[in-house]
């Protein structure tokens, strides 16, 4: 597989959520700095170990987990890294939206049944330093086509060609999705959303992801307001959906 490669795809751009990427002058100090803090952090582990494919989940959906993952992936890129964002989520898929694609991108199923190969689905964000690979279309049986041969295959081939690879998940206590590809990653970051899930769901998260042999990395505390904390530091962070921020531009090579 050619790495960092991608072919071109016109797909009209269509309307999308707003999405606060930590990237631009215009971004909150703290906003950016969190996710810097996230990337050092992995940095540290990766200094004895090395960790290169990461799985993102959640306890219920929510909690922020694609935009901790697109982030992540434009932090860890502005270190000098090559790094790809896989759309795991073959029910709801997400990431389309946030960067404001079309749908008629190939995508992880056209892969997985072999009416596209990865060349083909691959989309460079070259302002941002990032490749993304959605999902594709909604099959009616997205654990089977997780869970099989293609889809490790898949993910082994992106940790050659990548130096990371993002998987964004579905949340692990509505399906077992996350916990099926986490046997495939070296380790997964659970996002929780502050004041959101019951502690009880959360706790489940972690339990489903242990009991099959995930190894979490850590807790990302997402949705946080700094601004109303009194005991926030330089490093505390909020998400602030108010703040608007320009579509990234994708380019084919």
Do not use: W
Request: charged letters at 25%; a neutral charge.
């Amino acid at each position: 597989m050619a790495k960092a490669n991608s072919k071109k795809n016109n797909a009209k751009h269509r309307s999308s959520a707003d999405f606060l990427i930590a990237a631009g002058g215009d971004i909150p100090f703290n906003y950016v700095e969190a996710f810097k803090s996230l990337r050092t952090n992995l940095n540290f582990i990766s200094a004895t170990e090395k960790i290169n494919t990461l799985v993102l989940t959640s306890a219920i959906p929510g909690e922020g987990k694609s935009n901790t993952a697109i982030n992540l992936a434009i932090t860890l890129a502005e270190d000098n890294k090559s790094v790809v964002v896989v759309d795991c989520d073959l029910r709801k898929p997400s990431l389309n939206r946030y960067l404001k694609l079309g749908h008629n991108f190939k995508g992880v199923t056209d892969i997985l049944t072999g009416t596209a190969n990865v060349e083909d689905a691959l989309i460079q964000f070259e302002d941002l330093g990032i490749h993304v690979l959605t999902a594709g279309a909604v099959p009616p049986n997205p654990s089977e086509m997780l869970s099989a041969e293609p889809m490790q295959k898949l993910v082994a081939d992106l940790k050659e060609a990548f130096d990371y690879v993002i998987l964004d998940t579905p949340p692990v206590s509505v399906v077992t999705d996350a916990a099926i590809l986490g046997r495939y990653a070296d380790g997964a970051i659970l996002c929780v959303r502050s004041n959101f899930a019951p502690k009880e769901t959360v706790q489940l998260a972690k339990e489903r992801l242990t009991a099959v042999g995930v190894r979490i990395l850590g807790v990302v505390l997402t949705g946080f307001d700094a601004k109303n904390d009194a005991k926030s530091s330089a490093y505390s962070y909020a998400y602030e959906y108010e703040y608007k921020s320009k579509p990234p531009q994708k380019t084919d090579k």
